[in-house]
């Protein structure tokens, strides 16, 4: 890759044992933060016209992933498998 290209690794884990020291050598932690389901509701109703309370579901149960959300609230298939859990 080009000399401008940055990786973004992502693990759940914010312990330095989780990840090997080869590429933890070569790394710098960024924090990010998820966004609260209010945001995420609030961008289904607003872009996908959905109703508030299945924007509010939905997002309560994406685990702040926002495409996660948006499957969830449009797919049936997606929903009925994720009540099933």
Excluded: M, Y
């Excluded at 990010?32 to 309560?60: F, M, N, Q, Y």
Aim: net charge positive; charged share 25%; with cysteine.
């Amino acid at each position: 890759p080009p000399p401008s290209t940055v990786f973004l690794l992502c693990a759940p884990s914010v312990d330095p044992e989780d990840i090997s020291i080869t590429l933890r050598s070569r790394c710098r932690h960024v924090a990010l933060v998820t966004p609260p389901v209010d945001a995420i509701a609030r961008v289904l109703v607003e872009s996908d016209g959905l109703p508030e309370k299945d924007a509010v579901w939905a997002a309560s149960v994406s685990g702040g992933h926002v495409g996660r959300a948006r499957r969830l609230a449009n797919d049936e298939q997606a929903r009925e498998r994720r009540l099933r859990a």
